[in-house]
């Protein structure tokens, strides 16, 4: 099978041996230089795209609450909860406890928002407990690469592979990256929770299959 683009037909670059040779740590690498090479203008250009076509994906469905996370530094999607707020929807960012899955609060605002390890923004109002993700109809999930099959490639912290595990069983799991992190093939393992769909700033949200 193949990833839809909504609508329309995705056909992308085929799957090379060398891809799958290569292994986590150079795909974060190779990953993290693209990000960080890229000048502003072009992050900004990325994150109205997304922003735009995941306000479009998000208004054809009757949602009530989203789990998803706060952008730092280059990662795609910045004002990500704010957006989301404003769209009039529950919003449930993450909060990093101990080694196990992760704990959830809820975002009211930017001034809800404090400084926490890691170099990350997290909610300050009362935690809901690691079993609040299962009252999300969508979790917007992190990623520094997605692949065709749903693969996601993360930091290797396994905050999200421990925690994908407790969403609600119809939950949509949708990746947030940019262009080039949308590749044929990405190292993955049995284990892994793939990802549904996936949206880019060019693509908008495809459905992947899963």
Known sequence: MTPQLIGHTYSGPVSSP?????????????LLRGREDLDEPTRKADDQALMTSLLGWLAQREL???AAYVPVGPEPGADLPAV???AGLRVLLPIVAGKGPLDWAEYTGPGSLEPATFGLLEPAGDRLGAEAISQAEVVLV????????????????GYYDRSLTLRGPEAELLGIVRDAEFVPSLPGE???VRMTSV??????????PV
Request: glycine residues 12%.
């Open 18 to 30: 060398d891809e799958f040779r290569t292994s986590k740590a150079d795909w974060r690498d190779r």
């Open 64 to 66: 009530g609450v989203v």
């Open 84 to 86: 989301l707020h404003e």
């Open 142 to 157: 992190p990623a520094l690469g997605i692949d065709h099959q749903g693969v996601r490639l993360g930091r290797g912290a």
């Open 190 to 192: 049995d284990h892994d």
């Open 199 to 208: 949206v880019t700033p060019a693509r908008g949200v495809v459905r992947l």
